[in-house]
């Protein structure tokens, strides 16, 4: 578990020392297209616990990509609150529009779970959006809490700490420590080989 926190909390600082540090004279298009690789990448990192758990671990790849789609689909809303298809006048906008907050990203795991019978799934959606939600709070704040609070902006630690317990919380979903994470294939295999060997 602690090799994937590490996984988490190093997808953050290169991913947003990467984005965010990006040069004035450098086209602002080019910025918006790879900031959603780091929103996926971080997303992926943080729901990696739950892609182990045995209800999910067959289809894994499908559960990746519903992941990584909920995090880059999530930001077709500033398309709709700025009612064009310009991405200038998108990013242009005052603020992140509601769908940028964590009940956003409960309603649409809450429909993900009814829809596929399956809880864990409604975890993947609810941990890919939650991730994308508090990373755009940690820079020019969200709607994080709303309708309760319009507007929040998590200070650099609370986003590392959010990233680090919603990876934890996956974690203890997916059965940790009960289960070894991301080595059950490896350690089953690992038996078979001992066996083979004994033999």
């Excluded at 947003?16 to 086209?27: G, K, L, Q, R």
């Excluded at 959606?125 to 508090?134: D, E, I, M």
Aim: charged content about 10%.
């Amino acid at each position: 578990m602690l090799l994937i926190i590490l996984l988490v909390v190093a997808v953050m600082a290169i991913g947003d020392a990467v984005v965010y540090a990006w040069p004035a004279w450098a086209p602002r298009p080019l910025w918006a297209l790879l900031d959603p690789v780091v929103h996926v990448l971080l997303s992926v990192a943080v729901i990696s616990p739950l892609l182990a758990h045995t209800a999910l671990a067959g289809r894994a790849w499908l559960w990746v990509l519903a992941a990584a789609a909920a995090t880059v689909l999530i930001d077709l809303d500033h398309f709709v609150a700025a009612r064009t298809l310009s991405l200038a006048e998108a990013l242009a906008l005052p603020s992140r529009p509601p769908t940028h907050s964590l009940l956003f990203a409960l309603g649409c795991a809450v429909i993900t779970a009814a829809l596929t019978r399956n809880l864990l799934g409604g975890g993947v959606v609810f941990g890919s959006l939650a991730s994308h939600v508090l990373r755009d709070a940690s820079h020019y704040g969200a709607p994080l809490l709303w309708p309760l609070v319009k507007q929040t902006t998590l200070s650099l630690p609370a986003y590392y700490a959010a990233h680090v317990g919603l990876c934890l919380l996956a974690g203890i979903v997916a059965g940790w420590p009960f289960r070894t994470l991301w080595s059950h294939r490896l350690s089953q295999q690992a038996a078979q080989l001992w066996q083979m060997l004994q033999s």
